[in-house]
């Protein structure tokens, strides 16, 4: 990513992602949505060209708003009761370790 | 009508003081109506979930502690139903709110944006298996799908042909669907299969016939996820003039599916199983050479006079955006739930043994697996496992305690088919989650295999085969 306009502009969306993202009521989607992003962002990482970079903008863009309204429909609708697993885990979000 | 009850109240009160205490109780309950919202309802669930006992007049002394449950189990039965994905529900949305229109309705713009939307969706689910969107015909799920492919294929070629192959291990719907046909007086061949769960490409070959209308064998197993070698089934199915129905429903979405490259001339999908709504499948039909089917249902001529009824457009959406998903997120889905299911099989065995996985070793689905765990009875597992959801086989079935009949298909004797259990993996299971399950299973199983006498006799060397048992 040579323009710094466009690296300020994707770090600002990852950031959008992992925000809305963590706004999940359900903790298998919330664990998904943050881990979906960061795979996603990173498969791109060394992506060169202009034009990819800027229809993987706009696609995470799109994808952004379908995160930010599911995530608010998700914490509206929850169960109310938190995953066993919430209860009394270690936090560790994905990662093959 | 609440406020009705009120005044009625109010009159009551005038005619009988006695009242006046229910009254009392009453109108805050109303004020609390109105003001409860999504949140408030959900606390309620929370609430009723916490155990509260209180010890009985003839508890002799007994002492008993109320436990409050811990929190949700952990879901992994991936193979009865998987949760909708969100992407799923947002391009749902819009065709439960504003866009309601009916798709058949030609007169009015309410029913040309549903029906575009429903042709968008028939083009995304076509694409995943790479069919032609004028092929796939939307139904209630895949038991109908199943129930339409065979009794409509039997039925509308019944003149010359008589005979139908399946396998011994196949979905209820199917083997149901064959047994009515049996009683209209066709002939059905149930193929065994081996211990590892695929069938016998030369026996099948064998039991083709002349007369022989349709074959159907299931793709990938909804109990011990083998998956059978559909292009070499396809290949056979061809060259005999046969027709090849697959149930698709376990493996659509999951394992790579060409309806062209595996000669598959019907296949039936379900929504709710690649994370799309509940309610709705898709039976594929193939054109040339075209198959012809006669329909179950009467109605309105929809989805070509196949299957009739008003086609649910919100639902059919949803399954078009989960197949689109699928088709983007297979390989990225793929690559974990191998990684999940590697990390499951490799935790419990490592820390357990006597733990067989059943099923093909290679030709597996990896985010079904099913395991049995020698002198531990599933039943009793599952009933320890609480914190886990999870099946010994088939939702269907769940609610009785025989031994699954797929698992007795592949040979095994009914220790092994009673101590079995299945674990789905899905796209939104975590590693924690996993972990947490290999503790959880391994303590169980552990705690199990203690207090067994029979785990006790192994361990010292007896060969409880034999054992004369006495009978009473």
Same mark, same amino acid.
């Given at each position: 990513?040579?323009?710094?306009?466009?690296?300020?502009?994707?770090?600002?969306?990852?950031?959008?992602?992992?925000?809305?993202?963590?706004?999940?009521?359900?903790?298998?989607?919330?664990?998904?949505?943050?881990?979906?992003?960061?795979?996603?962002?990173?498969?791109?990482?060394?992506?060169?060209?202009?034009?990819?970079?800027?229809?993987?903008?706009?696609?995470?863009?799109?994808?952004?708003?379908?995160?930010?309204?599911?995530?608010?429909?998700?914490?509206?609708?929850?169960?109310?009761?938190?995953?066993?697993?919430?209860?009394?885990?270690?936090?560790?979000?994905?990662?093959?370790? | 009508?609440?406020?009705?009850?009120?005044?009625?109240?109010?009159?009551?009160?005038?005619?009988?003081?006695?009242?006046?205490?229910?009254?009392?109780?009453?109108?805050?309950?109303?004020?609390?109506?109105?003001?409860?919202?999504?949140?408030?309802?959900?606390?309620?669930?929370?609430?009723?979930?916490?155990?509260?006992?209180?010890?009985?007049?003839?508890?002799?002394?007994?002492?008993?502690?109320?436990?409050?449950?811990?929190?949700?189990?952990?879901?992994?039965?991936?193979?009865?139903?998987?949760?909708?994905?969100?992407?799923?529900?947002?391009?749902?949305?819009?065709?439960?709110?504003?866009?309601?229109?009916?798709?058949?309705?030609?007169?009015?713009?309410?029913?040309?944006?549903?029906?575009?939307?429903?042709?968008?969706?028939?083009?995304?689910?076509?694409?995943?298996?790479?069919?032609?969107?004028?092929?796939?015909?939307?139904?209630?799920?895949?038991?109908?799908?199943?129930?339409?492919?065979?009794?409509?294929?039997?039925?509308?070629?019944?003149?010359?042909?008589?005979?139908?192959?399946?396998?011994?291990?196949?979905?209820?719907?199917?083997?149901?669907?064959?047994?009515?046909?049996? *009683?209209?007086?066709? %002939?059905?061949?149930?193929?065994?299969?081996?211990?590892?769960? &695929? $069938? /016998?490409?030369? #026996?099948?070959?064998?039991?083709?016939?002349?007369?022989?209308?349709?074959?159907?064998?299931?793709?990938?197993?909804?109990?011990?996820?083998?998956?059978?070698?559909?292009?070499?089934?396809?290949?056979?199915?061809?060259?005999?003039?046969?027709?090849?129905?697959?149930?698709?429903?376990?493996?659509?979405?999951?394992?790579?599916?060409?309806?062209?490259?595996?000669?598959?001339?019907?296949?039936?999908?379900?929504?709710?199983?690649?994370?799309?709504?509940?309610?709705?499948?898709?039976?594929?039909?193939?054109?040339?050479?075209?198959?012809?089917?006669?329909?179950?249902?009467?109605?309105?001529?929809?989805?070509?006079?196949?299957?009739?009824?008003?086609?649910?457009?919100?639902?059919?959406?949803?399954?078009?955006?989960?197949?689109?998903?699928?088709?983007? *997120?297979?390989?990225? %889905?793929?690559?974990?739930?191998?990684?999940?299911?590697?990390? &499951? $099989? /490799?935790?419990? #065995?490592?820390?357990?043994?006597?733990?067989?996985?059943?099923?093909?070793?290679?030709?597996?689905?990896?985010?079904?697996?099913?395991?049995?765990?020698?002198?531990?009875?599933?039943?009793?597992?599952?009933?320890?496992?609480?914190?886990?959801?999870?099946?010994?086989?088939?939702?269907?079935?769940?609610?009785?305690?025989?031994?699954?009949?797929?698992?007795?298909?592949?040979?095994?004797?009914?220790?092994?088919?009673?101590?079995?259990?299945?674990?789905?993996?899905?796209?939104?299971?975590?590693?924690?989650?996993?972990?947490?399950?290999?503790?959880?299973?391994?303590?169980?199983?552990?705690?199990?295999?203690?207090?067994?006498?029979?785990?006790?006799?192994?361990?010292?060397?007896?060969?409880?085969?034999?054992?004369?048992?006495?009978?009473?």
């Amino acid at each position: 990513m040579a323009n710094p306009a466009t690296k300020t502009q994707v770090i600002s969306l990852y950031r959008q992602f992992l925000r809305s993202g963590s706004k999940f009521g359900a903790y298998n989607f919330r664990d998904y949505a943050i881990r979906r992003a960061r795979d996603g962002f990173r498969s791109h990482m060394n992506e060169a060209d202009p034009e990819k970079i800027s229809a993987f903008i706009k696609k995470a863009e799109q994808e952004l708003k379908v995160v930010q309204r599911q995530s608010t429909i998700s914490s509206m609708f929850n169960s109310g009761q938190r995953l066993i697993i919430e209860e009394q885990r270690i936090v560790r979000t994905a990662g093959d370790n | 009508m609440l406020s009705r009850q009120l005044q009625r109240n109010i009159l009551k009160v005038a005619a009988a003081p006695s009242v006046r205490l229910s009254l009392a109780k009453q109108a805050p309950r109303v004020v609390l109506f109105s003001l409860r919202t999504f949140s408030n309802t959900a606390q309620k669930q929370n609430a009723s979930t916490v155990e509260t006992l209180t010890p009985n007049s003839d508890s002799l002394g007994f002492e008993t502690t109320a436990i409050e449950k811990p929190g949700r189990p952990i879901y992994l039965d991936m193979q009865a139903t998987s949760p909708m994905d969100p992407r799923v529900l947002d391009a749902m949305l819009p065709y439960l709110t504003d866009l309601y229109g009916n798709p058949h309705s030609r007169t009015h713009q309410y029913g040309w944006e549903t029906e575009r939307a429903v042709e968008e969706a028939r083009e995304q689910v076509a694409k995943l298996i790479g069919a032609d969107p004028k092929e796939i015909i939307f139904t209630s799920g895949a038991t109908e799908a199943n129930n339409l492919s065979l009794k409509g294929v039997a039925h509308f070629y019944k003149g010359k042909k008589k005979h139908i192959i399946t396998t011994q291990i196949e979905h209820k719907c199917v083997l149901e669907s064959c047994r009515v046909l049996q *009683e209209e007086g066709f %002939d059905v061949t149930y193929l065994p299969v081996q211990p590892n769960g &695929l $069938i /016998d490409i030369k #026996q099948f070959e064998e039991a083709i016939r002349p007369d022989t209308s349709i074959v159907s064998i299931m793709s990938v197993n909804n109990e011990i996820g083998v998956i059978q070698p559909i292009e070499e089934i396809g290949k056979i199915c061809r060259k005999n003039k046969v027709f090849f129905h697959t149930d698709a429903a376990q493996a659509v979405g999951k394992i790579p599916m060409d309806v062209n490259a595996m000669n598959i001339d019907l296949m039936s999908i379900s929504g709710h199983k690649l994370y799309g709504p509940k309610g709705i499948g898709a039976i594929y039909v193939r054109r040339r050479p075209r198959v012809r089917l006669e329909a179950v249902q009467s109605g309105g001529g929809q989805e070509r006079g196949i299957r009739s009824g008003t086609v649910p457009t919100p639902l059919v959406v949803g399954l078009g955006a989960a197949c689109k998903i699928a088709t983007e *997120e297979m390989e990225y %889905d793929d690559q974990r739930i191998s990684r999940l299911s590697k990390r &499951l $099989i /490799d935790g419990i #065995q490592s820390k357990v043994e006597q733990v067989v996985r059943n099923g093909d070793d290679v030709h597996t689905y990896p985010g079904c697996v099913n395991l049995s765990f020698s002198y531990v009875e599933g039943e009793s597992l599952l009933m320890a496992l609480k914190e886990i959801a999870l099946s010994s086989g088939s939702a269907c079935t769940s609610a009785s305690l025989e031994p699954s009949y797929v698992l007795r298909a592949l040979g095994a004797d009914d220790e092994m088919a009673h101590s079995s259990i299945r674990f789905g993996i899905g796209r939104f299971t975590t590693e924690a989650e996993i972990d947490y399950v290999i503790n959880h299973v391994v303590g169980h199983v552990n705690k199990l295999r203690d207090m067994s006498p029979l785990w006790e006799m192994v361990q010292e060397g007896i060969d409880l085969k034999s054992i004369q048992w006495s009978q009473h």
